[in-house]
């Protein structure tokens, strides 16, 4: 695999991981025992700690990029038979 396809498969596996992990702990200002004010959605999340959940996506997807590669080196995944020229 070359440089630019990892990074390019790196970032679809990120995103992926992103939006699976930003539910996660979320609570609302309601379920917190505050009031909504006018102009703020009912379903916002009180303390989103999206750095926090941006920090442990990159670790999630570090470790399933990790299993990608050493599938790879196994000769479990082939990616290059995907990609090659029909004839």
Do not use: C, H, N
Request: glycine share 12%.
């Amino acid at each position: 695999m070359g440089l630019v396809t990892g990074i390019l498969i790196y970032a679809v596996i990120w995103w992926l991981v992103l939006f699976m992990v930003l539910p996660f702990g979320v609570r609302t200002v309601r379920e917190e025992g505050g009031e909504v004010r006018q102009g703020e959605a009912a379903s916002a999340p009180a303390r989103p700690r999206i750095v926090l959940k941006m920090l442990v996506t990159t670790v999630i997807s570090g470790l399933i990029m990790g299993l990608i590669l050493a599938a790879m080196e196994a000769g479990l995944i082939d990616l290059r038979g995907y990609f090659a020229p029909l004839r």
